[in-house]
DNA sequence: GCCGTTTTCGGCCCGACTGTTTTCAGTCG
């Protein structure tokens, strides 16, 4: 099995982890997560790093040492070193860690009094009441561990949240929160605000001077399930859903440095921090302070004028070349929802869609597009009720009876095509011949090696009509993992073709993802964003993949569907 | 363990809340 990114990241993370408990020095610790948060942000595999003989030195925060370490975890799968601590370190400790109100020094404590090592042994020892007698515990700390250890076996909901369900929590609060009559502004940050594929909890920022007030009516939203803590400037909730949500009050002159900072991600904070010490200044969420004077904060760009840096966009924020391009002059100008001229994939009625021709074509109108592209599914998608070549001429036929009807739009004939086991499609050229674009798609046989379903993909780009292929990695987000498939060789060979890719809007997909959609620009490929609409509401999935191409850094002009539809026409034309 | 327009040594981001505490450690973000 080839060693991904997150599997080096895990290993070195759980290092850090037993280090921890082991009590070791914090600034050391922090550099194992610190190179694990590296690896896991890099735009291409580390392995592909190592197989071709660079440096991995020279990535942040990683130095001769751990460029060493990362290296032997990708030739051997593991490291000597992670089973030298487990020998005094019990490995399973890093999982107790994961209980709430655990952390290391408790667990090193749990271990070291009791010989506690794994939840089973922590639930027997509460339940005998052992533990509320250790120092640095106590009675509610005990019962608390054990409603935890109830918690985390009834659901295994541990994990993070998609973004769009999110949103659903996130909207209503906020329109809550803003309705309070001493509420001045209401804004989400967090890993939401930076357009993240998941997030971990709700951060929520507002500005107020009854602190206290606030707090209690935040405390009482109707979606809470249970407070864990309230304070006169904080608190936190758990919302129905398990879903966790911050709430923190400050005062209108610290807005924008509490809006940055609860915004992150953590990196990139500690990064602008880190400008500001060498500039004897300190930084944090009340403000930008020189020794006890303060120099600004109320807005985020103040923040960021302080360490002598243009503002950067909150989806930029992951300490991926953001404060060096910023400070070059040199930040991408980030493609928006208004650049968008119309969708390029969308089906209907006539496969698996919701709505006919006619009322996507008014939905994308409303929108304000100018072109919008059916894209149902071929034969083979049975499940979908996939077109044969004669349903599709039919389509194209309705297609141009309808165009001629609307006035400054038009609807693009295509098929989402399915690349079949071989690397063939779906369709005859002959049908295809017709189509003014084809977008191509996996949809079976996702189990196939790497090295076969790289080549399935290469080709199927080499058939002349092959324009767009959808949903890249087939991931479905704590649904399904990507199919393996080496994407840097399908990128070159899109390049080489005159293909491109897609980023898929659908919020269970975004696909490609933030760090692929990076690797696509760093190697000068250009991408459509689309909605893969299944209903005139899906229409509006699009932010959805605006975000994620923004999180890559893309620009309107690495966008294709930024274009009318004769400029793209030009664009996806084949030699 | 990393890193350097103050440094190759000596720093490394910072604060709120809770519970167990009589002044603070641990956890969390």
Redesign the pocket.
């Known amino acids: 099995m080839p060693i991904h990114n997150t599997d080096v990241a895990d290993i070195l993370n759980k290092i850090a982890d037993l280090l921890e408990i082991a009590n070791e020095?914090p600034?050391?610790i922090?550099?194992?997560r610190?190179?694990a948060l590296t690896i896991s942000g890099l735009s291409r595999e580390v392995a592909d790093l190592v197989a071709n003989a660079e440096d991995l030195?020279t990535?942040?925060?990683?130095?001769?040492?751990?460029?060493g370490k990362v290296e032997e975890i990708v030739r051997t799968g593991s490291l000597k070193q992670l089973a030298e601590l487990q020998k005094e370190t019990p490995g399973e400790l890093t999982e107790l860690?994961k209980v709430?109100?655990?952390?290391?020094?408790?667990?090193a404590t749990l271990y070291k009094q009791l010989g506690i090592k794994d939840t089973a042994g922590l639930e027997k020892a509460a339940k005998a009441g052992k533990i509320?007698s250790l120092?640095?515990?106590?009675?509610?700390?005990?019962a608390?561990i054990l409603e935890e250890l109830g918690r985390l076996r009834s659901s295994e909901t541990a994990g993070r949240t998609r973004l769009a369900d999110a949103e659903r929590f996130v909207l209503p609060l906020l329109e809550y929160l803003r309705g309070l009559r001493d509420v001045k502004r209401a804004e989400a940050a967090?890993s939401y605000r930076r357009r993240k594929e998941t997030v971990?909890?709700i951060?929520i920022l507002a500005i107020s001077k009854r602190g206290a007030d606030i707090i209690g009516k935040f405390t009482r939203f109707e979606d809470v399930d249970r407070v864990i803590?309230?304070?006169?400037?904080?608190?936190?909730v758990i919302l129905r859903g398990e879903l966790?949500a911050?709430l923190r009050v400050v005062p209108a002159v610290s807005f924008g440095a509490a809006l940055h900072y609860?915004t992150g991600s953590?990196a990139h904070?500690?990064a602008i921090?880190?400008l500001g010490?060498?500039k004897?200044l300190?930084?944090?969420?009340?403000g930008v302070f020189k020794g006890t004077k303060r120099v600004g904060g109320k807005t985020e760009e103040e923040v960021y004028a302080a360490v002598d840096l243009p503002y950067i966009e909150p989806e930029l924020r992951e300490d991926r070349g953001e404060i060096d391009a910023a400070r070059k002059g040199k930040l991408p100008d980030l493609v928006t929802l208004e650049d968008i001229k119309g969708d390029l994939q969308s089906h209907t009625t006539a496969s698996d869609g919701k709505n006919t021709l006619e009322e996507m074509a008014r939905a994308a109108m409303d929108l304000g597009y100018k072109y919008l592209a059916i894209t149902d599914h071929s034969k083979r998608v049975t499940m979908a009720g996939g077109l044969d070549e004669k349903r599709l001429a039919k389509e194209i036929a309705a297609i141009d009876k309808l165009n001629k009807k609307l006035k400054g739009f038009q609807l693009l004939k295509s098929c989402e095509v399915d690349i079949l086991k071989d690397g063939s499609l779906d369709l005859s050229d002959d049908i295809l011949d017709q189509l003014d674009l084809v977008i191509c798609a996996i949809h079976y046989n996702f189990n196939l090696s790497r090295e076969k379903q790289t080549e399935r993909v290469l080709r199927a780009m080499e058939n002349r009509h092959f324009n767009i292929m959808a949903h890249p990695t087939g991931r479905r987000i704590g649904e399904r993992e990507p199919y393996d498939i080496d994407l840097q060789r399908v990128f070159q060979q899109a390049k080489d073709t005159g293909c491109y890719l897609e980023i898929n809007s659908q919020p269970d997909r975004l696909d490609l993802a933030d760090n692929y959609v990076l690797l696509a620009r760093e190697m000068g490929l250009k991408l459509a964003i689309s909605t893969d609409a299944h209903s005139i509401d899906n229409l509006n999935l699009i932010r959805y993949g605006i975000g994620q191409a923004r999180r890559g850094w893309l620009e309107k002009q690495d966008v294709l569907n930024t274009r009318s539809w004769s400029d793209l026409e030009k664009l996806l034309k084949r030699g």
Do not use: W
């Open positions: 020095n600034f050391r922090r550099a194992y610190n190179a030195s990535l942040p925060g990683i130095g001769k040492d751990l460029a860690m709430a109100q655990l952390g290391p020094k408790r667990v509320s120092s640095g515990f106590g009675k509610k700390t005990e608390r967090g971990g909890d951060d803590s309230k304070g006169k400037t904080r608190s936190t966790q911050d609860f953590k904070n500690v921090r880190t010490v060498k004897g300190k930084i944090n969420e009340y």
